[in-house]
């Protein structure tokens, strides 16, 4: 029997259709089909001046918009051959891991309901939440923040903000036992993701698999360990890994991976430094406003800047970093205006999808469901 899944079930986590392929219960094979988001970003881009790009990449990863935004800066950024300030960088990684754990949260509180586990998903919500309203202080918005510029960042962190984080970071671990308490032991648990969804290692790197997908596998591979960016280098943390590549291991490094997200935010608190949040260049940042104010010179850059935008030397580029779903790529051609020639994403989602068809081959329906939701993918960054 030939069946549908999706594009309107629930655990499709988005608009994707599974042609599915049946024998009883048993999947035969399985085809998805993609689409039913497209909303053409990449093209739309090549239309915008480069800092009018930043908020059409927070609607790609929807539940990582900080993630999204770090690579396109630095992107272009790498093009400009400047380099942000140490206050800037450390504040992009504290950010960009509160972001690593908001989004894992949101996959467990997800799969977990998928496969019958209500609890849970409450609880992780319950966190996220907390996280929602760490970036709605730093950029008024709760979910599109667009905080990073080109150059730096939209803005220093308010007041008490550093408090909030320290206070998150002190509770959190006691949050995340909780969820191991309900999980990681339970017997129904590990009857539904145990050697379920399994991938072979030659398979997974085969198929371009990244993130805590291929370090299930057993490959401890991780971006920011392997290319290191706005200075990763200098925090310590350890990379997850897994030996049998199925739903649990998944499932065993994305919390490995909050466990981590949360000692890197420590020691961004701990070795945050003073100074400027952007580069001191009136033609790619714009003044302060009290200097607007009173300085004509400084009016004008501001005006040209929101106006005409600025220009990127001609080249290309490739810019990755580790996103909560993997390696999040940037390949941007610059033909030297204020507008991207060609931008290109190369998002983990798209790419870890393909690996769904192999895991579930031979399984029932049901565990269709819970490797759906072991893959961790968002359909906006699919479709983009």
């Known amino acids: 029997m030939t069946i549908n899944m999706g594009p309107q079930h629930p655990s499709t986590h988005g608009v994707l259709r599974l042609v599915l392929e049946l024998d009883g219960e048993i999947v035969v094979r399985c085809a998805p089909h993609i689409g039913y988001l497209h909303t053409g970003m990449e093209k739309i881009a090549e239309s915008k001046r480069y800092q009018q790009v930043i908020p059409i990449t927070d609607r790609m990863d929807y539940l990582a918009p900080l993630s999204n935004n770090l690579a396109y800066v630095l992107a272009v950024e790498k093009l400009l051959g400047i380099e942000v300030p140490p206050r800037a960088k450390v504040i992009r990684v504290m950010l960009t891991e509160l972001t690593r754990i908001g989004s894992h949260l949101v996959w467990l509180g997800t799969h977990a309901i998928d496969i019958g586990a209500m609890s849970v998903f409450l609880y992780a919500f319950r966190e996220r939440e907390a996280i929602l309203d760490m970036s709605e202080q730093v950029s008024g918005a709760r979910m599109m923040s667009s905080y990073f510029r080109v150059g730096g960042l939209f803005a220093d962190l308010p007041e008490g903000f550093e408090k909030t984080v320290r206070s998150f970071i002190t509770s959190f671990p006691d949050r995340l036992a909780e969820y191991e308490d309900l999980l990681t032991k339970n017997p129904i648990w590990l009857e539904r993701t145990r050697g379920v969804g399994v991938i072979k290692l030659e398979d997974a790197v085969d198929l371009g698999l990244s993130g805590p997908n291929i370090r299930a596998c057993g490959i ?18 350890e990379v997850s890994r897994g030996t049998r590549g199925d739903v649990y291991d998944r499932y065993l490094c994305r919390i490995f991976e ?6 890197i935010v420590r020691q961004t608190l701990e070795c945050l430094p003073d100074g400027p949040i952007a580069v001191a260049d009136p033609k790619l940042t714009p003044p ?14 501001h005006f040209l800047l929101w106006s005409e935008g600025f220009r990127v030397p001609a080249g290309e580029v490739y810019q990755s970093i580790e996103s909560p779903r993997g390696e ?5 051609v610059s033909d030297g205006s204020n507008k991207p020639y060609r931008l290109h994403f190369r998002t983990p989602s798209f790419v870890n999808l393909e690996s769904l068809s192999k895991m579930v081959e031979g399984r029932l329906v049901a ?3 819970a490797i759906i939701g072991s893959i961790d993918i968002v359909l906006g960054e699919v479709d983009r």
């Open 220 to 237: 401890p591979w991780d971006v920011r360990k392997s290319n290191p960016y706005s200075g990763y280098e200098q925090f310590r943390f």
């Open 258 to 263: 909050m466990q981590q997200s949360v000692a």
């Open 288 to 301: 302060p406003k009290p200097r607007i104010k009173q300085s004509m010179e400084a009016l004008i850059h």
């Open 328 to 332: 999040y790529g940037v390949y941007l």
């Open 367 to 369: 565990d269709l469901v």
